[in-house]
């Protein structure tokens, strides 16, 4: 149908046991980001922090933080600025 078009491939490098709002899954997670930008040539920051505590959870979750623009990195040249005119 037409939303099979559209759903997401699965990626290698994700498995379905991370569980992404542990410390290790999380920092898993920045891993994969860097490695996914290095592959294709940027150099990435991209950090892991503590967030604040949720008192519905009575936990810390963890937020990742980059300088990805967009979800792209900052010297990526955009689609907008790679159309002819």
Same mark, same amino acid.
Request: charge should be negative; glycine fraction near 6%.
């Given at each position: 149908?037409?939303?099979? +078009?559209?759903?997401? $491939? %699965?990626? %290698?490098? /994700? =498995?379905?046991? #991370? #569980?992404?709002?542990?410390? #290790? *899954?999380?920092?898993?997670?920045?891993?994969?980001? =860097?490695?996914?930008?290095?592959?294709?040539?940027?150099? !990435? +920051?991209?950090? +892991?922090? !503590? *967030?604040?505590f949720?008192?519905?959870r009575r936990?810390? *979750?963890y937020?990742?933080?980059s #300088?990805? /623009?967009n *979800?792209?990195?900052?010297?990526?040249?955009? %689609?907008?600025?790679?159309?002819? $005119?």
């Open positions: 149908m037409f939303a099979d +078009l559209f759903s997401p $491939t %699965p990626d %290698p490098r /994700v =498995r379905a046991s #991370d #569980d992404f709002s542990t410390m #290790d *899954g999380a920092q898993s997670l920045v891993q994969t980001i =860097r490695e996914f930008w290095a592959e294709q040539g940027y150099a !990435v +920051l991209v950090e +892991l922090r !503590v *967030g604040p949720n008192k519905a936990s810390c *979750g937020e990742i933080h #300088d990805l /623009v *979800g792209l990195p900052r010297d990526h040249p955009s %689609p907008a600025s790679t159309r002819e $005119t």
